[in-house]
């Protein structure tokens, strides 16, 4: 005897897996067909052939001169790696669900043919730091912080340099919730709350733990 699903039956079927269609739809990274890069301004971001600027998510890297305002160690280094990586190569985007930036930039993981994340890789190399933000997700960011600990103890890039100074500068005052740590007479570190204060005993330890200094404490205007 044939088997029917009643008519109720068989359309609450076809709408549930129609919503899990559209759920693994959603949660899917978006992969961007193969396009080249045509310019690279800075160790964190790409300009593509068609004109898309892409921010590199969950990294940053040493700001680059602009205008009168010098720009900060290893930065030019950072960005002639990433152009050593991807100018001209056609890469793939893994865009981040938050999508964008404030500035409109694409915000995505950045891949190669071969499927490297050049994301990873630039923190790997010591060449950008692990980028705590809440456009970052969560299981990134551990990654990212992972990586840029391994190459701080390893000394490698930026850290060869860095690292001592770093070490050197004494305890700084750091934010759990903003995840920005302030160094001695950095203006900010003293309006800290109390239950989102955490003191470290150098900024090395704070950027192992993955603080970030907080944008005013330039920390790689070294010359």
């Not at 039956?9 to 269609?21: E, M």
């Not at 992972?146 to 701080?152: C, E, I, K, P």
């Amino acid at each position: 005897m044939p088997f029917f699903i009643p008519f109720p039956l068989c359309h609450w079927i076809r709408t549930i897996l129609l919503c899990c269609c559209l759920l693994s739809i959603a949660s899917s990274p978006v992969l961007a067909v193969q396009e080249r890069v045509r310019f690279v301004p800075d160790g964190d971001t790409v300009v593509l052939q068609g004109g898309a600027v892409v921010r590199l998510s969950g990294i940053d890297a040493p700001e680059m001169p602009h205008g009168e305002k010098p720009g900060g160690y290893y930065a030019e280094t950072a960005r002639d790696l990433l152009a050593t990586l991807v100018l001209r190569q056609a890469v793939h985007l893994e865009q981040v669900p938050a999508g964008y930036d404030r500035y409109g930039r694409t915000l995505a993981i950045l891949r190669l043919p071969d499927g490297t994340a050049v994301n990873d890789l630039l923190v790997e190399q010591g060449a950008a730091l692990a980028y705590s933000h809440p456009d970052v997700p969560a299981a990134d960011m551990a990654r990212y912080t992972a990586l840029q600990r391994q190459a701080m103890q390893a000394g490698r890039g930026m850290w060869a340099r860095m690292n001592p100074l770093l070490q050197g500068l004494g305890p700084v005052v750091g934010n759990r919730r903003s995840h920005r740590f302030f160094t001695q007479g950095c203006e900010g570190g003293d309006r800290v709350a109390p239950k989102n204060r955490v003191v470290f005993e150098s900024a090395f330890g704070a950027l192992e733990a993955g603080y970030l200094p907080a944008r005013h404490c330039n920390l790689w205007d070294v010359r």
